[in-house]
């Protein structure tokens, strides 16, 4: 069975220290090596288009108390240049008040992977410095025109590097020719090990101009696609009329048996 935190947002540090504490993330986080907070900064555009910096603030807050690894910040935008969305959101800012390093995905150098058991791409980029990081997607809860929803899974989009997957936009090509298949090959590769979600005011109807939505929650899981699924139902869809979702079902996740745990 796999567990869901669903709490009330009253304000990031708060919220966010009662979903990771009711799936007991302080145990599982590690003491070693490096965690990444991936926050969803495809642009340069406010929440909650992006992430809140608030959001991710909190998450490192809550990790720094709890591990001893080196905590950074990474992303790899969809449009323009990673460096820009960083400071237009105030992570710029966020990154000089701890001391904290931000990684451009986009930017950093790349190893090639490859498997045999990936649904299209038989091998990716990714920055070297993912393979072996603790992996924290921390995405705005979104409807998206490709893939119906994007949250914790299509979040890791960010670290394919722009210079291999840029076309109309920076990761034009993992678009083609499908999306859905897209996310599950890029999670296969590397899916997120921790997943937190802002979903205090999502977005509706699309990914970068949609209708903001007062939803007034934070969720979190490790199983990317159990949260996927709760944060999908909550944007009013079936996850399992999603196709993404329906093939990842017992391959990086469960639909299946997922007990919420309210807060």
Not at 199 to 210: C, M, N, R, Y
């Amino acid at each position: 069975m796999s567990v869901v935190a669903k709490v009330k947002f009253t304000n990031y540090e708060t919220s966010v220290a009662k979903a990771l504490d009711l799936i007991k993330a302080a145990g599982k986080l590690p003491q070693k090596g490096l965690v990444i907070i991936k926050p969803n900064l495809t642009n340069a555009n406010p929440p909650p288009v992006t992430t809140n910096v608030k959001a991710v603030e909190s998450v490192y807050n809550y990790c720094k108390s709890n591990s001893n690894a080196t905590i950074a910040i990474g992303e790899g935008c969809g449009e323009g240049i990673t460096a820009n969305t960083f400071k237009a959101n105030g992570y710029t800012r966020l990154a000089d008040k701890y001391g904290i390093r931000l990684i451009d995905f986009n930017e950093e150098k790349a190893i090639v992977l490859k498997r045999k058991d990936t649904l299209q791409l038989k091998q990716v980029y990714i920055p070297e410095i993912v393979k072996d990081a603790f992996i924290i997607s921390l995405p705005v809860l979104k409807d998206h025109c490709f893939t119906v929803t994007t949250v914790a899974m299509k979040n890791m989009f960010g670290i394919a590097p722009a210079p291999y997957y840029r076309g109309s936009w920076n990761k034009s090509k993992l678009h083609s020719p499908s999306t859905h298949k897209s996310v599950i090959d890029i999670c296969l590769y590397k899916k997120p090990d921790l997943c937190v979600v802002d979903a205090s005011v999502a977005l509706a109807g699309t990914h970068l101009s949609g209708e903001s939505k007062n939803l007034g929650l934070i969720l979190a899981g490790f199983d990317a696609v159990a949260v996927d699924a709760v944060g999908s139902e909550l944007l009013g869809h079936d996850p399992k009329e999603i196709r993404y979702l329906t093939l990842a079902n017992n391959v990086l996740g469960s639909l299946d048996n997922i007990e919420i745990l309210n807060g």
